[in-house]
């Protein structure tokens, strides 16, 4: 039974195709979803003390913050368009693979719906590092969009 379905989403293109898969399954089973962005700051940093200091840095993580609240806001529209319940989002900043682990052992998600590549694009290796982690480490049970 699908009670809690967390869909992670990182504002791709195949972002759309990941939510409509989840909805998919929520109608099926009449629930709710849980949206999660998580981003990475680890690159702004090495970039910005590189050659433009502190308040460089602080700058590209307010707008790397900004724009994860627009993408879990976009998403968000989408699922509701469709017809589904929304239970709660979350952007957070950290390792995606770790945010999205920790968040559905909190929320005790029964059901991961997520892209098998992403915003980092289809590299030699058939999944994303993301999802691979996710889908070997989590406790239940995952649906993998291609």
């Not at 949206?35 to 910005?48: N, P």
């Not at 994860?68 to 968000?76: F, L, N, W």
């Not at 950290?94 to 892209?115: Q, W």
């Amino acid at each position: 039974m699908v009670r809690k379905i967390l869909v992670p989403i990182d504002g791709s293109d195949h972002t759309r195709e990941v939510v409509g898969t989840a909805c998919d399954i929520a109608l099926k089973y009449n629930t709710s979803v849980y949206l999660i962005h998580v981003y990475s700051i680890a690159h702004l940093t090495a970039l910005s003390s590189q050659s433009h200091g502190e308040s460089a840095l602080e700058r590209l993580i307010d707008e790397a913050e900004e724009a994860a609240v627009e993408i879990i806001r976009e998403a968000e529209r989408f699922t509701k368009d469709i017809g589904v319940e929304v239970a709660q989002t979350y952007v957070t900043q950290g390792d995606p693979a770790d945010e999205i682990l920790k968040f559905a052992r909190k929320k005790r998600i029964d059901t991961i719906v997520i892209g098998s590549h992403g915003a980092g694009g289809v590299l030699a290796i058939p999944l994303g590092s993301v999802c691979d982690k996710v889908c070997h480490s989590c406790e239940c049970t995952c649906v993998i969009v291609k």
